[in-house]
């Protein structure tokens, strides 16, 4: 508070009190300002003068205020520089990285034209990786949520949060064999599952994967999966039925062609009693169901000779017998079975075919005849096929299949009533496809060898006649096969599991396998690998309240080769975010052993974060998850300041023994101060100064002579407690001025004055400094393959120099606590000492940081200027105030912890209003003019009755509003009137009740949208 005016008249005042004074000091003149003479502006001009020494009067207690805390050291709080991040964008195709030094230079343009200048604040090695992949696991939830394309759109990602995202995980078992599952009618296969180390686990097989609930069964078919219509498990051995006619397909399954069947866990079971399930063997076999009881399914195909047959009825050899026709029979499902029994069924019948017709002889009738008269018939013989030659095509000619005389002489002689039929062969290991009339299958070849009687005169041919021809297999009980092809897909990646059951010995290999690691995690894959460094990943995460004090365990790792497998090995980071509870950059040095891996489907270097106390592998939705907005490779630290190098201050002299030395720009962020000790100090001299750890720089000739000697000096508060030779200088930086010691109080300069000073500062433009998102777009000096810079968020943090006003009311208060926080007004002046720009403090003693009470904490609100929800720099403003206060608090708040800062709760106010007015030409002006009213009345800095903004905690009545629209012009009442609150918090708005806003003791008035409807009286 200043303090009050001695005098406090004004030139009205002075006027009219002169007014009263001229009848008694100047009788004869009249003061008349309407019709004034000189005298009038005699009068005028002694008002003036005296005004003015009224004004000097009251500025004496102010200018004894000043000089008081000057004598108290109480100084003006310096301009702070802007700071945020910068992303190094590299040209395409840049063959290796990029080395960004410390203190590279980019700049913005100001709004006058000029440059602004920011440094970076690290060195940092850009990196042509790119983030190609990014995963979300869950070992606990089995899930696999893919994030790349919100990562790449700039969507928010609620990073371990499996539960909103599309699963990929997905468990199978694909079993493939390309002739035992070659089947296209209903057939069963059976399954047999080993284990040889732990013989009583196989025994839990069958049941476990016949269990419909856990497994679904299904088959590949040209129309896709298709599940099996029966499932049946017992011991160590599975069926599976396949009822309905569907071929399946011979397909590519993760480039492999092959028929395939799959065995599918279902989504959201658990892997948890999968650990019987391992296995060393795995054998099937398949075998034809006759479900319709008709013996069997029909060929693909039949040939007589060259004509195609009809398997419902045909000729095999023709009507007429010839030796050596061929009856093809093709059918790829049965032929393929190597070693099963085949069982060929037909009804088989002859049929009486004659190639020439009989003629009756002619009969010379008499009435009496002897027997030699009558012509005797021609004596008729029967042509039937002897014997007939099984064959099959072995892949290089016709091969036997069987000569068991019953199957041979097959066709001797039919019965004209025809009979059922049935052969049985085994199907030979090499039985291989060929051509047949343009058709290329497994063909059996029956060929005639022999056939009765062809050669006498007009024989009659026994034809035989073929229906209902069917075929059925089988195998034999001790008969399976170990499948050719065993694939298992787990957490997004093959294993093929022939390698282990075909070794020797065997290896367990495991169906269904859990995802590595047992702890939520989060999955980066790089196009490259991020070798070499440092370099810097930066995270922009939503602010959310309570994530710094409920801080999780994450772990960097990154996928290495050691020596025959893979494994993850920790990867050291500095980690500026926190554990991902705050933005900031991760640093971290390349491993040279990167392994490129597939995982996820996907062929990259992999690096990832795991979650090691599991705080995030939960489906509680109380539990707050960082909600990653930006994840920005090539991203480095940012500080507004441009480097003045080698300035040798200007001398202005104050008195006969005391000079100061003015920089040329200000106000300065920091500086080094060399001075030029040549011929001033000794050899020895200087082996102590280094000692004593003092830098600095010497010039030597070739013979080690000492030509020239610069010493760093030493910024100091006060020089009174100097001794005479402490190299300190004294510096005011918001002014740029410099003062040296006198020979008492800290070493005084050498001899030359100013040409002896050497200084590299760094100046400053303090809020000019806080640019929007872009505003960054130029190099100082350009970067070989660097083809450009932007900032990816505002730049903030940068205030000017305290103002004299604002310094005034903080003095006394520095007086007051001396550096100690007490009271929670002490708290309260205190944070303003961290950052002058702060608009508004509130401090909570007893109170916790989620405004709950609690003994022996305290919490300060606080809201920057022009701040509002989701202030980019606010975590670091927090922890510079919290960690200010807990320095200057009382040790049994200090020591556990308990200053807390936190935002207000922003309480946007949305106004609704019915307004009356009297004239017609009012109603637009009026809604123009309220809406104006409201918009500046709500502004939380410059809004209120008096113009000073809301306090935090300050509560908002309706009836506050009646007045404020009723003195819009043309208004003659207020017909309706309401307000709605909505709370902004963690960068969400939910609408809350009155009652319930004005709960909130750190709530603070923000502006909403606001509806006015004008209504005519």
Request: glycine fraction near 6%; charge should be negative; include cysteine.
């Amino acid at each position: 508070m200043l303090p009050p005016p001695i005098d406090p008249r004004t030139l009205p005042d002075l006027i009219e009190r002169m007014k009263e004074m001229v009848p008694y000091y100047t009788p004869d003149w009249r003061f008349s300002p309407n019709d004034p003479d000189p005298g009038t502006a005699l009068f005028y001009l002694f008002a003036d003068m005296y005004l003015q020494n009224i004004d000097r009067l009251n500025r004496v207690p102010v200018k004894n205020m000043i000089a008081f805390l000057n004598l108290l050291d109480v100084k003006r709080l310096t301009a702070r520089p802007a700071q945020g991040y910068a992303t190094f964008h590299l040209s395409v195709g840049t063959p290796h990285s990029v080395l960004i030094p410390k203190g590279t230079e980019v700049a913005a343009e100001g709004a006058d034209g000029s440059k602004i200048v920011f440094q970076t604040q690290e060195t940092m090695l850009a990196t042509p990786a790119r983030i190609d992949d990014a995963v979300l696991v869950s070992a606990k939830q089995d899930a696999i949520v893919r994030v790349t394309e919100a990562l790449q759109t700039g969507a928010p990602i609620t990073l371990f949060d499996v539960a909103s995202g599309l699963n990929e995980q997905s468990h199978a078992l694909y079993i493939g064999h390309r002739d035992l599952l070659w089947i296209e009618g209903a057939a069963e296969i059976q399954l047999q599952f080993f284990n040889s180390k732990e013989p009583y686990r196989q025994q839990q097989c069958g049941e476990w994967f016949a269990d419909p609930a856990r497994v679904e069964w299904r088959y590949l078919t040209e129309e896709g999966w298709q599940p099996f219509d029966e499932v049946t498990g017992d011991g160590h051995q599975l069926w599976l039925r396949k009822k309905r006619t569907a071929a399946l397909a011979f397909t590519e399954l993760h480039g492999i062609e092959n028929r395939w069947i799959q065995a599918r866990l279902r989504p959201g079971r658990t892997l948890s009693d999968a650990h019987p399930l391992l296995i060393d063997g795995l054998r099937l076999k398949t075998q034809s169901l006759n479900e319709q009881r008709n013996g069997g399914f029909a060929p693909d195909v039949m040939f007589a000779n060259d004509a195609q047959a009809d398997p419902e009825g045909c000729f095999p050899f023709g009507e007429f017998l010839a030796p050596y026709s061929l009856f093809y029979i093709a059918s790829d499902e049965a032929f393929s079975k190597q070693q099963s029994i085949i069982e060929l069924s037909m009804t088989l019948k002859s049929v009486h075919n004659q190639l020439m017709p009989v003629e009756e002889p002619e009969i010379e009738w008499k009435l009496v005849m002897k027997e030699s008269d009558i012509p005797k018939k021609p004596k008729v013989y029967l042509a039937s096929i002897r014997n007939v030659v099984w064959e099959y095509w072995n892949g290089k000619s016709w091969a036997r299949l069987t000569n068991a005389p019953e199957q041979e002489e097959l066709f001797y002689k039919p019965t004209v009533e025809g009979m059922d039929v049935t052969v049985r062969f085994r199907c030979p290991d090499d039985m291989a496809e060929t051509f047949v009339n343009g058709h290329y299958k497994r063909f059996l070849r029956i060929r005639v060898q022999t056939v009765d009687n062809l050669y006498t005169p007009n024989p009659i041919h026994l034809a035989p006649w073929l229906s209902n021809v069917r075929l059925q297999y089988r195998y034999e009980p001790d008969v399976a096969f170990p499948a050719q092809k065993l694939l298992a897909d787990n957490n997004m990646q093959w294993m093929d599991g022939v390698p282990a059951l075909t070794a020797n010995p065997p290896r367990p290999f495991l169906p269904f396998a859990p995802l590595d690691g047992g702890h939520p995690a989060l999955y980066l894959g790089f196009d490259e690998a991020p070798v070499k460094g440092p370099l810097h990943l930066y995270f922009s995460f939503r602010q959310q309240t309570g994530m710094e004090q409920n801080r999780p365990i994450l772990e960097w790792e990154y996928l290495r080769q050691d020596v025959n497998r893979l494994e993850w090995a920790p990867l050291k980071v500095v980690d500026e975010t926190l554990d991902f509870t705050r933005s900031g950059s991760v640093q971290f040095v390349g491993p040279s052993d990167l392994a490129r891996a597939e995982l996820f489907r996907r062929h990259l270097y992999w690096l990832r974060v795991v979650n090691r106390d599991d705080r995030y592998d939960s489906a509680d939705e109380s539990v707050k998850r960082p909600i990653l907005q930006a994840l920005l490779p090539n991203t480095v630290r940012i500080l507004q300041q441009e480097s003045m190098r080698d300035e040798t201050p200007k001398p202005v002299r104050l008195s006969d023994t005391e000079t100061e030395y003015h920089l040329q720009h200000a106000p300065v962020y920091s500086e080094e101060v060399w001075i030029d000790e040549t011929g001033q100090i000794t050899e020895r001299e200087l082996e102590d100064l280094l000692a004593a750890g003092l830098r600095t720089d010497a010039v030597r000739d070739a013979g080690g002579n000492l030509l020239r000697l610069w010493v760093l000096w030493q910024p100091i508060d006060h020089l009174e407690d100097s001794g005479p030779q402490d190299r300190f200088y004294r510096i005011d930086r918001t002014t740029g001025r410099i003062r040296f010691g006198d020979g008492r109080h800290g070493k005084a300069l050498p001899e030359g004055g100013a040409d002896r000073i050497r200084v590299h500062s760094n100046k400053i433009v303090g809020s000019l400094g806080n640019l929007p998102v872009g505003a960054i777009h130029s190099l100082q000096r350009s970067i070989a393959f660097v083809q450009g810079v932007t900032n990816p968020e505002p730049t903030a943090g940068g205030t000017d120099t305290e103002p004299m006003a604002q310094a005034l009311l903080r003095g006394p208060q520095t007086v007051r606590n001396r550096d100690r926080a007490v009271t929670a007004q002490d708290y309260e002046w205190l944070a303003r000492t961290v950052s002058p720009d702060l608009a508004k403090v509130k401090c909570f003693p007893g109170t916790n940081a989620d405004m709950q009470p609690d003994t022996g904490s305290v919490t300060l609100a606080v809201l920057p200027q022009n701040g509002g929800p989701g202030l980019p720099f606010f975590p670091q403003l927090r922890r510079q105030i919290a960690d200010y206060l807990q320095e200057r608090s009382a040790a049994v708040i200090a020591t556990a912890g308990r200053v807390h800062v936190i935002e207000p709760a922003y309480l946007e106010i949305n106004v609704f209003a019915q307004l009356v007015v009297k004239s017609m030409e009012n109603v637009v002006p009026a809604e123009r003019e309220a809406i104006e009213k409201l918009n500046k009345f709500l502004d939380p800095f410059t809004g209120n009755y008096d113009g000073a903004g809301w306090e935090i905690g300050q509560l908002l009545h309706t009836s506050v509003l009646y007045g404020l629209l009723k003195s819009v012009e043309g208004v003659n009442h207020v017909q309706k009137l309401s307000m709605s609150f909505f709370l902004v918090t963690d960068g969400a708005k939910r609408e809350v009740r009155p009652d319930e806003a004005a709960r909130l003791p750190h709530g603070i008035v923000m502006n909403g949208r606001h509806q006015i409807v004008v209504d005519l009286l």
